[in-house]
């Protein structure tokens, strides 16, 4: 049996971090700045979904568009908290001597996920009011929005596990 438990290390933030962090918190607070701002210009109906053409196909009422910046919310602040404590995170391979290196590596992690996340449902509630209000025809990734989140976070995702087994 194992005894060796992960060594608990305090581990001060990087710039890039903190930077990453106070970029998608403005962007978050400027999108709900601009929808409560723009309320009365928004129309009753915003996107709620759309095709792979980048088509609408379903309507919401526009109070929808709070839903976004909500789920944003619940995810990115327990990845915040969960960032601050990297001694509690799975680890392979994990020694005392290697430790600081994959702790670091798991930080940047899950503050790039959190933060990937966060500036995409931004990007995605902007893109509901504009096609709403007829300033754009269409999404702006023309359908392909989900598909490149999911480039995005699991490439990002899977570059940072690499980066762990090359960190051992």
């Known amino acids: ?48 979904h759309y095709n792979f053409a980048g088509e609408v196909t379903r309507w919401d009422s526009k109070g929808m568009l709070f839903l976004l910046p909500i789920i944003g919310l619940i995810t990115w602040i327990p990845l915040t908290f969960l960032e601050r404590y990297p001694h509690v995170h799975n680890y392979i391979g994990l020694t005392e001597e290697n430790a600081e290196r ?46 490149i989140f999911f480039i995005v976070v699991f490439g990002s995702l899977g570059y940072y596990i690499w980066k762990s087994f090359q960190l051992r």
């Open 1 to 48: 049996m194992n005894t060796f438990s992960n060594p608990i290390l305090y581990l001060k933030r990087s710039k890039f971090e903190i930077v990453f962090d106070i970029i998608s918190v403005v962007m978050l607070v400027v999108s709900i700045f601009y929808i409560i701002f723009t309320w009365s210009s928004i129309p009753s109906e915003v996107p709620g």
């Open 102 to 147: 994959l702790y670091r590596n798991s930080i940047r992690m899950i503050n790039v996920l959190k933060n990937e996340m966060l500036l995409f449902f931004v990007i995605l509630n902007f893109e509901s009011v504009y096609v709403s209000k007829n300033t754009l025809e269409q999404s702006i990734f023309g359908g392909w929005d989900v598909a």
